[in-house]
T-cell receptor
Framework: NAGVTQTPKFQVLKTGQSMTLQCAQD?????MYWYRQDPGMGLRLIYY???????DKGEVPNGYNVSRLNKREFSLRLESAAPSQTSVYFC??????????????FGPGTRLTVT | QQQVKQSPQSLIVQKGGISIINCAYE??????FPWYQQFPGKGPALLIA?????SEKKEGRFTISFNKSAKQFSLHIMDSQPGDSATYFC????????????FGTGTRLKVLA
């Protein structure tokens, strides 16, 4: 049981290049999320997918697109990278235990630098 | 109204001391308040969580105190240890639908040996 996995771990892009961050979970969770983490800003939600086949914008969606490929996989795409997208990106998925509490399980993160 | 305000931004505590981190929220629809712990180079992991129908929850050395009327909650780490040195995030969520979290900005805790 690997939990939430992310690839790649590190990436350096030039301004204008595109790339896709991959995320997969093996916990049979319905909901998945992409966050970015910047110093002093906490974790900000980029996009989320409440269930397979649905995606919605979070707090900071501009410059990103997502695809919920199936129940396991949720990818984040940067079409034209900008230096402002330099950040650490985390994918998460949610369990919904019986009493209505929701623990989000996070992946190890992708550290992206855009030059 | 969707914000969760967290303080302090950083905290230095002597080994054996008490670490206290505070959070405040505005949205009264929030009904689940977790705390996450993050070590350098790792993803955040759930530490402890509380629902607003109780005023305190304790798990080992970690305690959440919750004040519903003031819309505030705090994390207390008793007998702080160097291994507790990490970044701590509070969060708030509505436990229905999409289970989105609103995170605080984080507190970097350093416990001196």
């Amino acid at each position: 049981n690997a939990g939430v996995t992310q690839t790649p771990k590190f990436q350096v892009l030039k301004t204008g290049q595109s790339m896709t961050l991959q995320c997969a979970q093996d916990m049979n969770h319905n909901s998945m999320y992409w966050y970015r983490q910047d110093p002093g800003m906490g974790l900000r939600l980029i996009y989320y997918s409440a269930s397979e086949g649905t995606t919605d914008k979070g707090e900071v969606p501009n410059g990103y697109n997502v695809s919920r490929l199936n129940k396991r996989e949720f990818s984040l795409r940067l079409e034209s990278a900008a230096p402002s997208q330099t950040s650490v990106y985390f994918c998460a998925s949610t369990s919904i235990p019986g009493q209505g509490e929701s623990e989000q399980y996070f992946g190890p993160g992708t550290r992206l630098t855009v030059t | 109204q969707q914000q969760v305000k967290q303080s302090p931004q950083s905290l230095i505590v002597q080994k054996g001391g008490i670490s206290i981190i505070n959070c405040a929220y505005e949205n009264t629809a929030f009904d689940y308040f977790p705390w996450y712990q993050q070590f350098p180079g790792k993803g955040p992991a759930l530490l402890i969580a509380i629902r607003p129908d109780v005023s305190e929850k304790k798990e080992g050395r970690f305690t959440i105190s919750f004040n519903k009327s003031a819309k505030q909650f705090s994390l207390h780490i008793m007998d702080s240890q160097p291994g507790d040195s990490a970044t701590y995030f509070c969060a708030a969520s509505v436990t229905s639908g999409t289970y989105k979290y609103i995170f605080g900005t984080g507190t970097r805790l350093k416990v001196l040996a």
